[in-house]
């Protein structure tokens, strides 16, 4: 008697597995999709001194063609899970036409498995070379791309390795080739070129040997246009709240964004200093606000966390001066 051989346990819920990955991926990018589309922060409270989501989100990075580079990975994401699950659901009665099906969504899992993880791996240099934050969500990402390569990998009997390294390489090199071109416009300083009508783009990273003054942090160094003094005065006259640190690096960057002219709009009428060494020192006001990172804008009731590009601030408040900004993160 013959006995058949039978399927390893990792072939029988390769597809399941795939799609509820990929289902765990889009439901992430889709979050930061909307809380970018709008004009929210994610969920992600940055140390003193560390980047974090809200950073990478706003850098120039997190945008392409436009749009939030999130929505491109709930596309990708969304298109796993109807891979995966497509030959389970078109229940073919042709064995034929089945194992076609079979194939082909196999084919594509791994193509694009190949090219998610080959850009999860691009975005992860990005991540701590370049922008230098600290971000759950794009580590989860990263995983996620890398879990359904290994999965497609192993969860099939491909008969030709020689036709996964060749896939792999193709794939790989066109991918790598065609995000280094997509973000040819960024340099290492994170400048974007041409698109951003002249603006500079705004980092801070504090020296060990200065210390921040108590009673107004980092003098601030960049100056203010029209833009940004108009929407300064817009923020107090709604009554808009900014809640800052002075020692917070990230306060400081929203400052330099502003300018010395402007911000001193804000810094004489809207500004609520937490930390309690401080002369303006206003703790109370802070934790009675329910403030749990810095900077922390309040808008017409809304709470917007981290540093807020003009553009955005602008969007949210209904602000319709001149926007003609010199600065952005």
């Known amino acids: 008697m013959i006995r058949r051989r039978s399927t390893p346990w990792i072939h029988k819920w390769s597809r399941p597995i795939i799609a509820a990955i990929a289902g765990c991926g889009a439901l992430v990018t889709g979050y930061l999709t909307i809380e970018k589309l709008t004009g929210g922060s994610a969920a992600c409270v940055a140390q003193a001194g560390t980047k974090g989501c809200n950073d990478v989100l706003s850098s120039a990075w997190g945008t392409v063609f436009g749009q939030p580079l999130a929505?491109?990975?709930?596309?990708?994401?969304?298109?796993?899970v109807i891979l995966a699950l497509a030959p389970l659901v078109l229940k073919s009665e042709d064995n034929n036409q089945r194992k076609q099906i079979e194939n082909l969504?196999?084919?594509?899992?791994?193509?694009?498995?190949?090219?998610m993880s080959v850009f999860s791996g691009y975005l992860m240099y990005v991540?701590?070379?370049?922008?230098k934050a600290l971000c759950p969500y794009c580590l989860a990402s990263a995983l996620f791309s890398l879990s359904l390569l290994v999965l497609t990998i192993l969860g099939r009997t491909w008969e030709d390795i020689g036709q996964i390294l060749f896939i792999a390489l193709i794939v790989g090199m066109v991918t790598l080739l065609g995000t280094l071109g997509v973000y040819a416009g960024v340099n290492q300083s994170g400048t974007i070129s041409g698109s951003t009508g002249g603006q500079e783009r705004i980092t801070f990273t504090p020296s060990p040997t200065e210390t921040p003054n108590p009673e107004f942090g980092w003098e601030i160094t960049t100056t203010s246009g029209e833009s940004e003094i108009a929407l300064a005065k817009h923020l107090v006259k709604i009554g808009a709240k900014e809640y800052v640190a002075y020692w917070c690096p990230h306060c400081h960057e929203q400052k330099l964004i502003f300018g010395k002219e402007a911000y001193?709009?804000?810094?004489?009428?809207i500004k609520v200093e937490c930390a309690g060494d401080s002369p303006k020192g206003k703790p109370e006001l802070c934790q009675a606000a329910k403030i749990q990172a810095f900077p922390t804008w309040i808008i017409n009731g809304q709470t917007y966390s981290g540093v807020q590009n003009l553009t955005e601030l602008a969007k949210i408040t209904g602000y319709t001066g001149p926007t003609n900004f010199k600065y952005f993160k």
């Open 127 to 131: 991540l701590a070379f370049q922008i």
């Open 264 to 269: 001193q709009i804000i810094n004489d009428n």
């Open 105 to 115: 969504t196999w084919l594509l899992l791994l193509v694009g498995a190949i090219a």
């Open 71 to 80: 929505l491109f990975g709930f596309l990708a994401y969304i298109s796993m």
